[in-house]
Nanobody, 114 residues
Framework: QVQLVESGGGLVQPGGSLRLSCVASGIAFRFYDAEWYRQAPGKQRELVAVIRSGGTTTYADSVKGRFTISRENAENSVYLQMNGLQPEDTAVYYC????????WGQGTQVTVSS
């Protein structure tokens, strides 16, 4: 059974930081591109950051310079370090892995508010 389990969300003040984690099981994670998406209330799910199986990364313009995606294949994990958080970053953040199939995590809530 394939599972992606996110953790690390929470409530943070503007300007603060959070680190999201996603642990995969049941797949050969090292072959998968790993992505973080987010979905704010009333909005479509949007791609935040990608780290490909080869290690290259891509970021949405809205998070460039603030967020960093990384992976540790030995731990079947992908991370999202989020710095300089702003209220517009409030959303449910989802981990996504794809290669020969697509898998999603259940999401973790990030709320940025004073």
């Amino acid at each position: 059974q394939v599972q992606l389990v996110e953790s690390g969300g929470g409530l943070v003040q503007p300007g603060g930081s959070l680190r999201l984690s996603c642990v995969a099981s049941g797949i050969a994670f090292r072959f998968y591109d790993a992505e973080w998406y987010r979905q704010a209330p009333g909005k479509q799910r949007e791609l935040v950051a990608v780290i490909r199986s080869g290690g290259t990364t891509t970021y949405a313009d809205s998070v460039k310079g603030r967020f960093t995606i990384s992976r540790e294949n030995a731990e079947n994990s992908v991370y999202l370090q989020m710095n300089g958080l702003q209220p517009e970053d409030t959303a449910v953040y989802y981990c996504h892995a794809h290669w020969m199939a697509d898998y999603w995590g259940q999401g973790t809530q990030v709320t940025v508010s004073s």
